[in-house]
């Protein structure tokens, strides 16, 4: 049994870091809150997603999972205006969700998660941490993605550094320590990542967020955040591009 009501805003906030990686999405859900664990098709890209209970204006649950199409809940999403309040509720016998702005309702029928993973987050022990305002990032993501199918990330004691290479143009972002919000790093720390994923991610996080990203040489990278004002938390992790010698 699920049942709830909460700010258009939020619903779309989550809808969006979600479906930068999938179209359809396990939501596990508890009396605490939602939560979803999911790796894109090529298993290149993993999110891990918590939503608290106290994100919610009423929030009544049980343990259950829905199988939600993304793009049909966006759909219902654009009915809605700014402050706008979004109902769901679970139809069990029908295997439905109902959802409500305003006066339209859409019923939907559930996707079945048979064939869906839940995959382990694996424990990654990375020795360099940078937090930064995404807006930061997002305009070094403008400058670079047309250069090059893939991204550099430096950090070192003094600051962090996007570079993006191509055959004749590059472009760079450095970012001081001054500039950042928080920087951890003993060492020089460098990985290569794809272009497309990382500036997907990079796009779908909220103005005015602050990112946390963990960094090790030649080793995945997670990027941290909060989402819904604090009342939850996702986590995206990116396989690296090793760089031939």
Do not use: W
Not at 145 to 161: K, M, Q, V
């Amino acid at each position: 049994m699920f049942q709830a009501k909460l700010k258009s805003e939020t619903l779309k906030g989550v809808v969006d870091v979600v479906s930068t990686l999938i179209d359809e999405a396990k939501f596990k859900i508890d009396a605490n809150g939602i939560s979803l664990k999911a790796v894109d098709p090529a298993h290149v890209a993993m999110i891990d997603l918590h939503l608290d209970k106290a994100a919610f204006e009423q929030y009544s649950a049980n343990d259950t999972e829905l199988g939600i199409d993304l793009d049909k809940l966006r759909d219902v999403i654009r009915l809605a205006k700014s402050g706008d309040l979004i109902e769901m509720r679970q139809d069990e016998e029908r295997n439905r969700l109902v959802i409500a702005v305003g006066n339209v309702t859409r019923r939907m029928n559930l996707v079945s998660t048979e064939g869906m993973s839940d995959p382990k987050v694996p424990n990654l022990t990375l020795p360099a941490k940078v937090s930064v305002n995404v807006e930061e990032l997002q305009r070094g993501i403008k400058a670079a993605e047309s250069i090059s199918d893939h991204i550099a990330l430096n950090a070192n004691p003094d600051g962090f550094e996007l570079i993006s290479e191509g055959d004749t143009d590059l472009v760079s972002l450095k970012l001081p320590r001054d500039i950042l919000v928080a920087l951890d790093c003993k060492e020089p720390i460098r990985s290569l990542f794809p272009m497309d994923y990382f500036s997907n991610m990079i796009r779908a996080i909220p103005s005015g967020t602050v990112v946390q990203i963990n960094l090790g040489n030649d080793l995945p990278l997670k990027l941290d955040f909060e989402i819904a004002g604090g009342k939850g938390r996702t986590k995206y992790l990116l396989a690296p591009r090793i760089e031939n010698d």
